[in-house]
């Protein structure tokens, strides 16, 4: 017999499991076209399960990295155009494992929000999942986090965790020497590290999200919300085309911070400046900040997404090679005796 009182459940307290079950069958088509060599069980299971020896391995080393797409979320939010930021998710990571030369075998999210809004969370997914495809990742589980009080209406944050492999010995760097190379990819934009700074910037200048962008075509969000380049796919292919000793991510610390990452603690880089052409979005941030050119080096890409240092003999061979795959290069600089990184000519 009832006591005439209401019977709570979980639903009263603001969370949905049926939500959250049709968000899995909405993106398990997603996940399966990501499946590679190795995957022995994916989404549903408490665990995913994968097979290194049936993805070629014969002694592999293990390399894992972990990140999230930072504030540029906060953009993305805002506008409602969050199809992207799930390429940036996996990018950050799988960037860092090939600095390695490592394989990026498989991939698992964390999507946390206040309120599950299954169409929301299915197009980031969706979004993570064509990351893993372009890289040759497989995306085989994640968890979805609905937490009423934590997050304001609307609001969500991402993580991402992937893991690579490379056999042992092969591992990078491996070899940098004075008079390596510096060769530099082309970025997509800013990418996913300094937002906190452009969405001041932005405010400061006084422009919408749905403003014209000053330097592109499309609104000011749209354009601040490309994604982070993906380089998997061109930087395996080139190191095992020989001649790469080392690879750096330019991400959180710019130029400044992340090649010395890679070099010899006796080693630096002398970069020349002049060598490449300053995207327009990093003229307009400069400008409107009114920033110095060492504080832009040590914040944004300022249009290098990612550094090699490679045998002067194959400079040649792999920057040709690195542009048939797609890539815009460019000459950088070279490695040199003592450290930090120094600059000839001017960014701006």
């Known amino acids: 017999m009832g006591d005439g009182k209401i019977g709570m459940t979980y639903a009263n307290a603001g969370v949905d499991i049926d939500a959250g079950n049709r968000l899995v069958e909405r993106i398990k088509p997603a996940a399966q076209r990501t499946s590679r060599s190795g995957v022995m069980a994916g989404l549903g299971g408490f665990g995913a399960l994968f097979d290194l020896k049936a993805a070629g391995y014969t002694d592999p080393i293990l390399v894992a990295a972990t990140d999230g797409v930072g504030t540029k ?23 860092d494992l090939v600095c390695q030369n490592a394989e990026p075998l498989f991939f698992l999210d964390y999507f946390a929000t206040g309120k599950l809004e299954t169409e929301v969370a299915a197009r980031i997914i969706e979004g993570i999942a064509e990351g893993c495809q372009q890289t040759g990742c497989a995306l085989i589980g994640g968890e979805t986090a609905e937490m009423p009080g934590m997050y304001e209406a609307g609001d969500f944050d991402l993580a991402g ?19 390596d190379v510096l060769l530099g990819l082309a970025s997509n934009g800013v990418h996913s590290n300094g937002y906190s700074l452009v969405r001041k910037l932005v405010a400061a200048s006084g422009l919408g999200w749905n403003d014209d962008c000053p330097w592109s075509d499309g609104t000011l969000g749209e354009v601040l919300l490309a994604p982070t380049r993906l380089y998997v796919k061109p930087a395996l292919a080139a190191i095992r085309a020989s001649g ?5 991510h330019i991400t959180g610390g710019g130029l400044t911070e992340n090649l010395p990452r890679v070099l010899p603690v ?16 990093f003229k307009w941030l400069a400008a409107t900040g009114n920033m110095s050119e060492s504080e832009m080096l040590k914040t944004f890409n300022c249009g290098l997404g990612m550094i090699f240092s490679v045998a002067s003999d194959r400079a040649d061979v792999l920057e040709d090679y690195l542009t048939s795959q797609g890539e815009t290069v460019c000459r950088i600089g070279v490695v040199a005796q003592g450290g930090g990184v120094q600059y000839s000519g001017r960014l701006f």
Not at 166 to 179: F, H, Q, S, Y
């Open 161 to 179: 965790f992937s893991v690579g492999a490379m056999e042992r010995g092969k591992e990078l760097p491996n070899g940098v020497a004075a008079g």
């Open 244 to 248: 790469v000793h080392a690879l750096a």
């Open 73 to 95: 979320l906060r953009i993305a939010i805002d506008t409602g155009n969050v199809d992207w930021v799930g390429i940036d998710l996996v990018a950050m990571c799988v960037n």
């Open 266 to 281: 006796d080693l630096g880089a002398k970069i020349d400046l002049n060598s490449w052409e300053l995207p327009q979005v």
